[in-house]
Nanobody, 114 residues
Framework: QVQLVESGGGLVQPGGSLRLSCAAS????????AGWYRQAPGKQRELVAA???????NYADSVKGRFTISRDNAKNTVYLQMNSLKPEDTAVYYC????????WGQGTPVTVSS
């Protein structure tokens, strides 16, 4: 059974940066690709960044130019580098496939506030 463990969230001021990590229990990101999702209070979970098995990248318009998804195949880990953070980026962040193929992890909370 696939296990996903997200980490790296925290409290950051507007304009700051964070790097999120997601470790998988197998080489699923190589075979299937990966996605980062977020869920803000009172809102539906949304896909913000994805990397396909062929390493093509896609971003939601709201994060384009600020967030970067990457993958370390040797470590079965995907990352989300988040720069120029805004208060509206506040959410719990989760990783999964480019579509949610697997059970969700616990997520990692990100709060952008002064």
């Amino acid at each position: 059974q696939v296990q996903l463990v997200e980490s790296g969230g925290g409290l950051v001021q507007p304009g700051g940066s964070l790097r999120l990590s997601c470790a998988a229990s197998g080489r699923i990101f190589i075979d299937y690709g990966a996605g980062w999702y977020r869920q803000a209070p009172g809102k539906q979970r949304e896909l913000v960044a994805a990397i396909t098995s062929g390493a093509s990248l896609n971003y939601a318009d709201s994060v384009k130019g600020r967030f970067t998804i990457s993958r370390d195949n040797a470590k079965n880990t995907v990352y989300l580098q988040m720069n120029s953070l805004k208060p509206e980026d506040t959410a719990v962040y989760y990783c999964n496939g480019p579509r949610p193929f697997w059970a969700w992890g616990q997520g990692t909370p990100v709060t952008v506030s002064s």
